[in-house]
């Protein structure tokens, strides 16, 4: 593991917390190394006060690396799982941002009535809930991820993957702004789009 790479993934969750698209221990980075593993952040880390310590190492099938002895959480399965299906994304990120997880919690109407809003978001999916850190969930994510950016897990929250681990956070912020637009819209008499 590289020094500068596994920092990025630091400035990245300040960045997450500082936005408010992350609170206490809820959420998960995830970012392909060049040597080909995938770091991701541990069981209980806190994404907005990360040090390399809260990173644990993965090979390329999701299996922890030689040597990694930190702890996965239950979404690292979701972050390999769109890595082996997405070989473009550098990094996956699973986040609990309020009105981003409130969108999930809303069902597919509102994504249905403000589609135009998501458009730029390069495609946002409902996926049907699945209970947490189940092989089911992190498939079905894996396969909306083939061909969008966003997936929305019914009743639990957003996914998003990214170029690179800046990019996938850029996605986060601009979901959240999404879902905020949404539920303001939604909140003025029901404009709509």
């Given at each position: 593991m590289k020094h500068n790479e596994l920092q990025r993934i630091v400035s990245a969750g300040r960045r997450m917390y500082e936005g408010g698209l992350a609170t206490g221990a809820l959420g998960t980075i995830g970012v392909r190394l060049s040597d080909g593993t995938i770091a991701v952040t541990g069981e209980r880390s806190r994404l907005g006060f990360l040090e390399e310590a809260d990173l644990a190492l993965l090979d390329g099938n999701g299996v922890p690396a030689p040597g990694s002895d930190r702890e996965t959480g239950q979404d690292a399965n979701i972050v390999s799982a769109v890595m082996a299906a997405r070989p473009e994304a550098g990094s996956v990120i699973r986040f609990h941002s309020p009105y981003a997880t409130a969108l999930a919690h809303a069902g597919r109407r509102p994504l249905e009535d403000y589609a135009a809003l998501l458009e730029h978001l390069?495609?946002?999916?409902?996926?049907?809930?699945?209970r947490p850190g189940t092989a089911g969930l992190a498939g079905a994510v894996a396969e909306v991820m083939r061909r969008d950016r966003v997936a929305l897990i019914e009743r639990q929250g957003p996914v998003v993957w990214g170029r690179d681990v800046e990019d996938a956070v850029d996605q986060a912020e601009a979901v959240e702004a999404a879902a905020k637009v949404i539920f303001i819209l939604q909140g003025n008499n029901g404009a709509r789009r």
């Open positions: 390069g495609g946002v999916y409902l996926v049907p809930y699945y």
